[in-house]
């Protein structure tokens, strides 16, 4: 078998940008760690008192409380969708902002209750379309990543994901709290899936597609300038991660895209689109950096597609466009 695109070269980083902030704040005492654990685990266990449409409108209650309490975050949420809808009205883009921090809450909600549920349980909340798409892909025997986003509930979609025939890995940044980390990280082993951290992800990586398995990836949001590669994302430069890219045409493995919709009462659709192939993005004739630009731009081409088709899954609250191309003048606020 011929070597795959760019063998030779070293293992591209995954960054974590935001680990890198974290790094510079001061670390937290495991006192507050513990305290932060133990008021998890008190609203947690509040919700699994409730019937779930009860603890979802709680959720839905509290985010939206937070919501006008943390002014700057919604300041975010609105900016970022009246820039990327400017044809929407002020009371389009309200209610639009409203239905995604609802929705975040309520998939969070969903996925605390998966630790409670089976995995038959789990199937049955979750319809699935696309299968096919996936199936191609690992018959190349070379590998999949999963390209998805912050978008419905992206961890009931790793986990439905994962008992379809074979446990996947999931690329995650790590919380501040290491307590709170391991909580989540439970929920997300439950069934064989395993978490890697985007510190240590780059050869991990590669020794995962080297075994034909599958990895779940979100590329969905900022990272800081000389780690970008800029592509249009709503109409404007977002400054995006390379490194699927490069892992991509190093290793031919196959990216197929696939999203979770949610439909309502804890019952999500989940539908794999048609495998993106490292060819698409030319050959040797083809400067890499512009190949790993068209790959990077194609993700967030198919990305940007499944949010228009419903924007109020998508997470808004994060500052997906705080970086910007070197030169360029911020616009005034």
Do not use: C
């Not at 990543?145 to 446990?167: N, Q, R, V, Y």
């Not at 083809?286 to 949010?307: D, Q, S």
């Amino acid at each position: 078998m011929s070597a795959p695109p760019d063998a030779a070269a070293e293992p591209p980083p995954f960054p974590d940008t935001a680990a890198r902030g974290r790094r510079r704040k001061r670390r937290r005492s495991v006192l507050r760690q513990r305290a932060e654990l133990a008021l998890f685990r008190l609203a947690t266990g509040a919700l699994r008192l409730l019937p779930p449409p009860d603890a979802r409108r709680a959720a839905a209650a509290a985010a939206r409380l937070a919501l006008w309490i943390g002014s700057s975050r919604r300041r975010i949420l609105l900016k970022n969708l009246a820039a990327a809808f400017p044809e929407k009205s002020a009371g389009e883009i309200e209610d639009i902002a409203r239905r995604s921090i609802e929705g975040f809450a309520a998939a969070l909600v969903d996925f605390l209750e998966t630790g409670r549920l089976s995995a038959e349980e789990i199937r049955s909340r979750v319809s699935i379309a696309g299968a096919e798409h996936l199936a191609a892909a690992r018959a190349r025997g070379r590998g999949v990543f999963l390209l998805s986003a912050h978008f419905g509930s992206w961890e009931i979609a790793a986990l439905a994901a994962g008992l379809m025939g074979e446990p996947i890995a999931l690329l995650v940044r790590t919380l501040d709290n290491p307590l709170l980390e391991e909580e989540l990280a439970r929920l997300r082993r439950r069934f064989g899936n395993r978490p890697i951290a985007k510190k240590e992800a780059a050869r991990e990586l590669l020794r995962t597609m080297a075994r034909n398995e599958s990895v779940a990836i979100l590329v969905d949001q900022n990272v800081i300038p000389r780690e970008a590669v800029y592509v249009p994302f709503f109409g404007r430069l977002a400054a995006t991660t390379p490194a699927l890219a490069l892992l991509h045409l190093k290793t031919g493995a196959s990216v197929v895209p696939v999203f979770m919709w949610p439909e309502g009462d804890g019952r999500y659709r989940m539908e794999f689109e048609r495998p993106i192939l490292a060819a698409e993005f030319g050959g040797p004739e083809v400067e890499r950096e512009e190949r790993v630009r068209r790959a990077t731009a194609r993700y967030m081409e198919v990305i940007e597609a499944a949010i228009r088709r419903e924007p109020h899954a998508w997470l808004w609250l994060h500052d997906r466009w705080k970086s910007r191309p070197p030169g360029e003048v911020p616009p005034r606020s």
